[in-house]
């Protein structure tokens, strides 16, 4: 079984990143800046921003960590995302989901100028992602093909199930597979006989919070494994949907939980802010 190590990738992108940011503050004479938006104070929110941070600053990327109370109003919220959207300096902005109950999720995402949506998250920014148009990828699934690519893995023709159909990993994640030409199925909570679409895959992602969902009798032999799922158990210990123990004698590649689709998602944010520093002339000139 190769191990697809996306702790190893993200440092070797992170790197990449570096260097560009050099060249543009070089070539340039600017700084590619991002701005992260917190609402409330869910800890685990708290972490993947203070990540953001820090991956930011080892990149050389200038980035503002906006936290605001839970208390907030939505039009308080929209507030500062215009200042943000007039900030010629701030390339990038991403508002930290989830967001509290009282505030509507798509009225804050369609308020961030389609130009600095380093999440892709704006309907602009989705619906060009899904025409096969130049856009910003949301991060998880850009990773996840990111890796994909720097294993050779090939997808055209290839059976791909992708279990979890959510806005943020599932749909894009299906969107760029059959961009990339494979055929592919998208399960959900609702599918019939899981394991019937799993067993017919060559490539199984797996996006749904559930620890351990995705066992060995599940998937073909040689089948590639992907875990998108994030857990954290009772006892501290932090694992994916996929049952790692259990499938990694039948996977021809499988990511690991923690080290694997985590980081390269901060790797990726990355990226969309060099390309978001890349737009600034042409969006400031307008
Ligand atoms: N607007 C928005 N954009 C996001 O990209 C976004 C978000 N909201 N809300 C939450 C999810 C989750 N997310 C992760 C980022 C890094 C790791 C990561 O680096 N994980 C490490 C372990 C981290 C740990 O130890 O807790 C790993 O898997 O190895 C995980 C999850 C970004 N998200």
Do not use: W
């Not at 509290?100 to 998250?121: C, M, Q, R, S, W």
């Not at 894009?172 to 592919?184: D, G, Q, R, W």
């Amino acid at each position: 079984m190769i191990l697809l190590d996306g702790k190893a990738l993200s440092a070797k992108i992170k790197e990449e990143v570096k260097a560009e940011v050099a060249q543009i503050v070089k070539e340039k004479e600017i700084t590619p800046g991002l701005a992260v938006i917190l609402v409330g104070n869910d800890a685990a929110s708290a972490t993947y921003v203070a990540s953001k941070a820090k991956a930011c600053k080892d990149a050389g990327i200038y980035s503002v960590v906006h936290e605001m109370p839970d208390t907030i109003t939505q039009e308080e919220l929209l507030q500062t995302i215009n200042l943000m959207n007039n900030n010629p300096k701030l390339d990038g902005i991403l508002v930290q989901l989830p967001l509290p109950k009282h505030i509507d999720t798509t009225t804050i995402l369609e308020a961030i100028n389609p130009l600095k949506d380093v999440d892709g998250f704006h309907p602009y920014n989705v619906g060009r992602m899904v025409s096969n148009l130049d856009s910003f990828l949301s991060a998880t699934p850009f990773g996840v093909m990111r890796m994909f690519e720097e294993h050779n893995i090939e997808l055209s023709g290839k059976n791909v199930v992708v279990i979890g159909s959510s806005d943020i990993v599932g749909k894009p994640m299906a969107s760029l597979l059959i961009n990339a030409k494979a055929t592919v199925t998208v399960c959900n909570s609702r599918t019939k006989d899981l394991k019937s679409h799993t067993l017919k895959a060559d490539i199984v992602i797996i996006a749904v919070g559930v620890p351990y969902l995705l066992k060995e009798d599940m998937v073909k032999d040689g089948a590639i494994v992907i875990d998108v799922g994030i857990n954290r158990l009772e006892n501290g210990k932090l694992v994916g949907d996929a049952d790692f123990e259990n499938l990694k004698n039948k996977c021809s590649h499988l990511t690991p939980v923690p080290g694997g689709v985590g980081p390269m998602t901060i790797a990726m944010l990355l990226k969309n802010t060099i390309k978001a520093s890349n737009l600034r002339e042409k969006r400031e000139s307008k």
